[in-house]
C-alpha cells in the first residue's frame, strides 16, 4: 500500500519525558523505515497549534508537523462533527476531523503504557476517545508495541475491549500484555518497544571517563512528593546513597542521569531536581560524582549511555536507551512493564523491584546488582545478539 500521510497518535516530540520522546521518534523511523516517502503528522492534546521540528532520522533531516488541539476538540467537538457526518451526510469541518480524514492511516502508541489503568481512570479514557474517534471515522487503526492493561474499571474493561477488537492490527511489547488480551480472543504480535529504532545524536561536549556507571535517579522516587504513593519509596534515598557509595568503593566512575527532565522549567517528579537533592543530600559525594546538568535530547542521551560501561535506572525508557546499545543494564523496576521490555532483551533477571523496599534489603538488592556488574562482559555479548533482530515489517499489514 502506497501510504502518502501518516497520523500518528499518543507520541510526543517536545515532552520533558524523554521516555515518551524517545517512543515517539521511535515510531517515526520505523515509520519511516517502512513509508519512504509518506508525510508524518503527530495528533496531540494541548494548547491548539501546529508546531513543525525536523528529527534526524538515519542521518536525514525529516520535517514533522505536531497538531495540537484541545480535550473539548478530542472527547467532545470531534464526535458531534462525526455525528453530522453520518446524519446529515455534511463534510467535515472541524481542523481535527479533516486531519484525520486527509490521513491514509493512523497508528497509535499510547504514550507506551497509556491504554491501562497504570495512571488512573482519566487518562486510559482520555486515549479511548483518541481511538474511538479514528474508528469512527472508518480510518485504519494499529497500535504500536504498547502496555495493554490492566483495566481494573468496568468501563476501561469494556470499552478497552471495544476498541481492542476494532484494530487493524494490534501489537505488544510485554508478555503481561499478550496474556491479557488472550482472554479477549484477539490476534495480536508481541514484538520490541519502538524506543529500540530511535538512533543517537552524539554530544561531543560531555565526556564520559573510562570504567564509568551511569545511574539514571528517578525524581518521582527520590522527591517522594505525592501522597498516593506514601511509603513506596521511602527508602530509595537511602539505597542510592549506598549504591553510588559502593560502586566508588569499587574504583567506578559514577555518572547521575537524569531522563524525565526540564532544566529550566522541573516539575514535581524532575530527576535533575532529584540529583541536585541528592548531591545536597550526599555533600560527601560532591566531587566523586558526576552528573548530567543540562537540557538533552533523548536522542544525545541515548549517545550517552552508549558510551557507559554499565548502567541501572527507574526510568523504563533510561533503561531502553542503554539496552539498545548494548550495555549490561538493571532495571530498578516500580511497574511490572519492566519484565516484559527487559524479557525482550533476554534480560528478565536483571529487574529488580524497588516498591516498598526495606533499609534491611538494600546491602543484598547491591550485592545481586554488584553481581551482575561482575558479569557485565557475558551479559553484553548476550545484548549484542539480540540488537541484531531483524527491524519489524508494517508493510505486512496489508500484504
Request: proline share 3%.
Amino acid at each position: 500500500m502506497n501510504l502518502k500521510k501518516i497520523l500518528l497518535l499518543g507520541a510526543s516530540l517536545e515532552s520533558d519525558n524523554k521516555g515518551v520522546n524517545a517512543l515517539g521518534i521511535g515510531a517515526i523511523t520505523l515509520l519511516k523505515n517502512n513509508y519512504k516517502d509518506a508525510e508524518i503528522n503527530l495528533l496531540c492534546v494541548g494548547t491548539p497549534s501546529i508546531v513543525e521540528k525536523e528529527i534526524n532520522i538515519n542521518g536525514e533531516l525529516v520535517k514533522v508537523k505536531t497538531h495540537y488541539f484541545s480535550k473539548y476538540d478530542v472527547m467532545f467537538k470531534g464526535f458531534i462533527d462525526v455525528f453530522f457526518n453520518r446524519i446529515f451526510k455534511s463534510k467535515p469541518k472541524l481542523a481535527i476531523s479533516k486531519l484525520i480524514n486527509e490521513s491514509d492511516i493512523v497508528f497509535d502508541i499510547n504514550e507506551g503504557d497509556s491504554f491501562s489503568d497504570i495512571y488512573g481512570f482519566k487518562r486510559v479514557v482520555r486515549h479511548m476517545f483518541d481511538s474511538k474517534l479514528i474508528l469512527l471515522w472508518k480510518k485504519d487503526l494499529i497500535f504500536l508495541p504498547q502496555t495493554i492493561g490492566p483495566f481494573d474499571t468496568f468501563i476501561g474493561k469494556k470499552l478497552g475491549g471495544h476498541i481492542l477488537k476494532r484494530l487493524t492490527k494490534l501489537y505488544v511489547r510485554d508478555v503481561k500484555a499478550y496474556e491479557f488480551i488472550e482472554n479477549l480472543g484477539i490476534d495480536k504480535e508481541l514484538t520490541i518497544d519502538m524506543a529500540v529504532y530511535m538512533q543517537p545524536q552524539e554530544v561531543e561536549e560531555v565526556k564520559v571517563k573510562p570504567n564509568t556507571i551511569g545511574v539514571n535517579v528517578n525524581g518521582l522516587m527520590y522527591l517522594n512528593r505525592y501522597k498516593s504513593l506514601e511509603g513506596k519509596y521511602d527508602n530509595y534515598p537511602y539505597f542510592l546513597t549506598k549504591l553510588v557509595n559502593r560502586l566508588l568503593d569499587l574504583k567506578f566512575e559514577v555518572l547521575l542521569i537524569p531522563h524525565t527532565y526540564n532544566a529550566g522549567k522541573p516539575n514535581d517528579e524532575d530527576d535533575l531536581v532529584g540529583i541536585k537533592k541528592f548531591m545536597s543530600d550526599n555533600k560527601d559525594l560532591a566531587n566523586k560524582v558526576s552528573f548530567v546538568n543540562k537540557d538533552y535530547s533523548a536522542q544525545q542521551l541515548k549517545s550517552i549511555f552508549a558510551k557507559l560501561e554499565f548502567f541501572m535506572g527507574s526510568r523504563m525508557h533510561s533503561c531502553i536507551g542503554a539496552l539498545s546499545r548494548s550495555i549490561p543494564t538493571v532495571g530498578l523496576a516500580y511497574s511490572y512493564k519492566f519484565e516484559g521490555t527487559f524479557n525482550m532483551f533476554k534480560q528478565i533477571e536483571c529487574v529488580k523491584d524497588v516498591n516498598y523496599l526495606k533499609k534491611e534489603n538494600v546491602d543484598q538488592l547491591i550485592n545481586e546488582i554488584v553481581e551482575f556488574i561482575e558479569k557485565r562482559n557475558e551479559i553484553k555479548d548476550v545484548l549484542i545478539k539480540e540488537n541484531n533482530r531483524t527491524q519489524l515489517q508494517l508493510k505486512n499489514i496489508y500484504s
